[in-house]
């Protein structure tokens, strides 16, 4: 079992990749702000994908990505570097 204080595949607000920041409320922003964590994308039966954002300003309305992984391990790699210190 993987140990790790990245959230996968967290419970999102609604609309959260399309929201300008500007307007998400003062509790999303405290959630998430420069928090990473990462999403699963399954591929095929056999084959799935980790894409590691973080909502940082990036991008205007959305969290910036941050790369899509083959491995869970080399997400959660990348996921622990861009966690606020």
Do not use: H
């Amino acid at each position: 079992m993987i140990k790790t204080k990245i959230s996968i595949n967290p419970d999102l607000p609604p609309d959260f990749f399309c929201t300008p920041n500007e307007e998400r409320s003062q509790k999303e922003m405290l959630t998430w702000w420069r928090i990473p964590f990462i999403l699963s994308d399954e591929c095929s039966s056999t084959e799935t994908r980790y894409n590691v954002r973080r909502l940082d300003g990036g991008a205007w309305d959305r969290p910036t990505n941050y790369g899509v992984f083959d491995t869970l391990d080399e997400a959660i790699e990348v996921a622990e570097r861009l966690f606020p210190e």
